[in-house]
């Protein structure tokens, strides 16, 4: 399965695109970090992939 993630860019830390999907824009889960992390964020292409794949990411 293709993993998609996305990666904070202020500390690296990496979200799925579950989480993302999810919430649709969420703190990054770091402590510490304030940094807002949106499913819209993610590149078209991947944002694409995961909407038409969702089945296979439920957990
Ligand atoms: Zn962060």
Redesign the pocket.
């Given at each position: 399965m293709r993993v998609i993630t996305s990666t904070?860019p202020?500390?690296?830390?990496i979200v799925s695109a579950n989480e993302l999907e999810a919430n649709r824009v969420m703190k990054?889960p770091?402590l510490g970090?304030k940094?807002v992390l949106a499913f819209d964020d993610l590149p078209d292409e991947e944002r694409q992939f995961f909407l038409e794949n969702r089945e296979q990411y439920r957990l």
């Open positions: 904070c202020d500390c690296g830390t990054c770091s970090c940094t």
